[in-house]
């Protein structure tokens, strides 16, 4: 089984926000990411926050940690429909690897 | 920012036979690659962790006679499918860390392997 556990399907209506909920397992974590994937193609880093932080803002997007309940979350505001991939959340584990959920797969409807 | 260039993106090759799959790095040094394998619809699997100038370190479950990996320089690593057989045919991807940074791992387009 996997240490990283997210839903693994959201529809959303364009121009609403999207949240993408994460929940990981190693406490010692050091970084936690979201990475987007488009269909046939590789992961583009989103964004990522470290653990001592709980909130992060980069334009459209705002991640949410709250260490205590290991649960991360992914706001997408005004989601388009470029939104539309898998999304991955993923945390650090030890030095450098990482530990991958099954993703999230959201359609954003017109 | 930094990038993976991965390649070939798409590959189809009998059974038997073995494909290269390569990944550099553009403009960065990478000391350490990482080397995943995905399935449809599903997470990435971790295979190895490529690391330059030494033998890469294998996950468990992961043959590494089946599936070799070279990092002989500080921008490219190789990953051999060897025999390639149709339960191999996945998608896999390789990622890479700039060294000296401890975080945002860059990742490759892909390539998405078919055996027949």
């Known amino acids: 089984g996997e240490d990283v556990e997210q839903s693994l399907f959201l529809s959303v209506r364009e121009g609403d926000s999207s949240v993408i909920n994460c929940t990981y397992t190693?406490?010692?974590?050091?970084?936690l990411y979201w990475y987007k994937q488009e269909p046939g193609a590789g992961l583009q880093l989103l964004t990522y926050?470290?653990?001592?932080?709980d909130m992060k803002q980069d334009q459209r997007l705002t991640v949410l940690l709250n260490k205590k309940d290991k649960h991360l979350s992914l706001r997408i505001a005004d989601t388009q429909t470029g939104d539309s991939a898998i999304y991955f959340c993923?945390?650090?584990?030890?030095?450098?690897?990482?530990?991958f959920g099954a993703g999230t797969t959201v359609t954003v409807r017109a | 920012g930094a990038v993976v260039s991965q390649h070939p993106s798409r590959v189809i090759c009998k059974s038997g036979t073995s494909v290269k799959i390569e990944c550099r790095s553009l403009?960065?040094?990478?000391?350490?690659m990482f080397w995943y394998r995905q399935f449809p619809k599903q997470s990435l699997m971790l295979m190895a962790t490529?690391?330059?100038?030494?033998?890469?370190?294998?996950e468990q479950g992961v043959e590494k006679d089946k599936f070799l990996i070279n990092h002989a320089s500080l921008t490219l690593s190789t990953l051999t499918v060897t025999s390639a057989h149709p339960e191999d045919s996945s998608f896999y991807i390789c990622?890479?860390?700039?060294?000296?940074?401890?975080?945002?791992?860059?990742f490759g387009s892909g390539t998405r392997l078919t055996v027949v």
């Open positions: 990622s890479a860390r700039e060294v000296g940074q401890n975080y945002g791992y860059t």
């Open positions: 190693d406490s010692s974590s050091t970084y």
């Open positions: 926050i470290f653990s001592n932080m």
């Open positions: 993923a945390e650090s584990i030890g030095d450098y690897k990482l530990s």
């Open positions: 403009d960065f040094q990478a000391t350490t």
């Open positions: 490529s690391n330059e100038g030494s033998k890469a370190t294998y």
